[in-house]
Structures are given as C-alpha cells and as structure tokens.
C-alpha cells in the first residue's frame, strides 16, 4: 500500500497559494477545517479524492506518494 506524501501536498498548496477553503471545496468538503484534517492525516484521502488533489496541484498521481525507496540509516 502506498502512503500519501501530506507534506509535499501541503508545501505545494501553499507554494500555489490555493487556500484550505478551495480544496475542501474543489473536494466537496463544507469547510477548510474538514479538509485541514485530511491533509494533517487525521482522515485518509479516498482513492476518488487523490486524482483531484493531483490534478489541482500540477502533480501526476503517482508524485503524490511517498517513493518505495528507502535510505539504510548507519547506526
């Protein structure tokens, strides 16, 4: 399963100035508080949702998500 990169999605809102209130809408969310709670990770975007999200951001769907590869950390 591939996790959701909220970081870069937040970093690209922001660097867009597209306000928490537009993407709730452009999701059909009631408010900017619903959809801070998706991208703060206490709800998990839908699958539906991340084309969306994409889409809005200038992101190919799979840049949304974190890389499968991983660094060995030397301990």
């Given amino acids: 399963m591939n996790t959701v990169d909220l ?3 937040r970093a690209r809102r922001k660097e867009m100035r597209i306000s928490q209130q537009e993407m709730a809408e452009l999701l059909g969310f009631k408010n900017a508080s619903t959809y801070c709670k998706y991208e703060k990770g ?4 839908d699958a539906n ?3 969306i ?3 809005k951001l200038k ?17």
Avoid at 42 to 45: H, Q, R, S, V
């Fill in 7 to 9: 970081e870069k999605i």
């Fill in 59 to 75: 992101f190919k769907v799979k840049d949304i998500f974190f890389d499968k590869t991983i660094a060995k950390i030397a301990i």
């Fill in 53 to 55: 999200v994409a889409e």
């Fill in 49 to 51: 949702h991340i084309p």
């Fill in 42 to 45: 206490l709800y998990k975007f």
